[in-house]
């Protein structure tokens, strides 16, 4: 009696749609690795996750002009960074829209006094 198991690789790998392309080429750089089709794919691999070919390819397609080094250097823009810098431009917005508002204002009471005197 022969017992053959048989394991398939696809049954416990994931379908994962995130950021582990991007943290597989992370790695990758972070170990003095070159960012490869293969070398992407065999770290997916060994995570548990079934690779899409097509996004590993644009993966590695997008990062090769991209001096990774430069990019990790430059500053991130966070909400916390945003939220205070859009205060003042809606207040710029509202001072904008308020001598809009007199002048239509004006405009009426301009329009009432000519009513008056042709009554």
Do not use: C, W
Not at 18 to 42: C, D, F, P, Q, R
């Amino acid at each position: 009696m022969l017992l053959s198991l048989r394991f398939e690789r696809t049954s416990y790998q994931l379908e994962v749609k995130g950021m582990e392309y991007m943290y597989a080429a992370m790695l990758l750089h972070s170990a003095g690795k070159e960012i490869e089709e293969g070398s992407v794919t065999n770290i997916l691999n060994a995570a548990g996750i079934s690779p899409d070919n097509v996004r590993v390819k644009a993966l590695v397609a997008a990062l090769a002009e991209v001096d990774i080094e430069e990019a990790l250097k430059a500053p991130v823009l966070t909400a916390a960074m945003v939220g205070p810098s859009a205060a003042p431009a809606a207040a710029e917005e509202e001072a904008e829209e308020k001598p809009e508002e007199k002048e239509k204002e004006e405009e009426e009471e301009d329009l009432q006094g000519l009513s008056a005197l042709f009554g």
